[in-house]
């Protein structure tokens, strides 16, 4: 079984452009995380996902940052405009149900310049 | 509360000897813990799980062990072994947080042969 997927794996860019990460979760699981670890502190919470419906969207640092999951399959992230203190890794995590273990992607290691 | 700083606190074994990893969490009302163990260049990996009910459970070659008193978890390796070098992460969860996992700063376990 495939597990957890992110693309880009690694991603530089400069200060106001827009990148795009993407997730694909397990098959069949419809909860799907966003986290993110900053500066080599601990992991956050960005927001959740149940199918399509942002269940919980509290992590989300501001307006730049844009989650979708069309048709409740894989899930973007979208970063317009790209800060410095954006940079850091992105993960996507996925399970089952609510209260069951959250698999992990390798994440995607995001850079502003 | 927050942590801060680049650097996370460094536990150094040899290898055969036990480990143990502590992690106090913030929010007394948290009743499902998790310690996940990451790889450089992976996402987190589920290790084992309790929960609030409970103030220890053993997995193969690992404890937890939850004082729900002064809201500390601890994680025992038995035998650590170099495979074990990792940076560990408690989190912490509630029933009606849909799955939003709390983590904690984080514990860099290096093992020497």
């Known amino acids: 079984e495939a597990g957890v997927t992110q693309f880009p794996s690694h991603s530089v860019i400069e200060k106001g452009q827009t990148v795009t990460l993407r997730c694909d979760p397990i098959?069949?699981?419809?909860?799907l995380y966003w986290y993110r670890r900053v500066m080599g502190k601990e992991i956050k919470f960005l927001l959740h996902f149940v199918k399509e419906s942002k269940q919980d969207e509290s992590g989300m640092p501001n307006n730049r940052f844009l989650a979708e999951r069309t048709g409740g399959t894989y899930s973007t992230l979208k970063v317009q405009p790209a800060e410095l203190e954006d940079s850091g890794v992105y993960f996507c995590?996925?399970?089952?149900?609510?209260?069951?273990?959250?698999?992990f992607g390798p994440g995607t290691r995001l850079t502003v310049t | 509360g927050e942590s801060v700083g680049l650097h996370l606190p460094t536990l150094s074994v040899q290898e055969g000897d036990n480990s143990i990893i502590n992690c106090a969490y913030s929010?007394?009302?948290?009743?499902?813990f998790i310690w996940y163990k990451q790889e450089s260049g992976k996402g987190p990996q589920f290790i084992i799980d309790?929960?609030?009910?409970?103030d220890k459970r053993q997995g193969q070659r690992v404890t937890v062990l939850l004082n729900k008193t002064v809201k500390h978890l601890s994680l025992q390796i038995a035998a650590t072994q170099p495979g074990d070098s990792a940076v560990y992460f408690c989190a912490e969860t509630r029933v009606n947080q849909g799955g939003k996992l709390i983590f904690g700063q984080g514990t860099e376990l290096s093992v020497k042969p």
């Open positions: 098959s069949g699981h419809d909860n």
């Open positions: 309790i929960r609030s009910n409970m």
């Open positions: 995590a996925s399970s089952q149900g609510r209260h069951r273990e959250q698999y």
């Open positions: 929010n007394s009302a948290s009743d499902y």
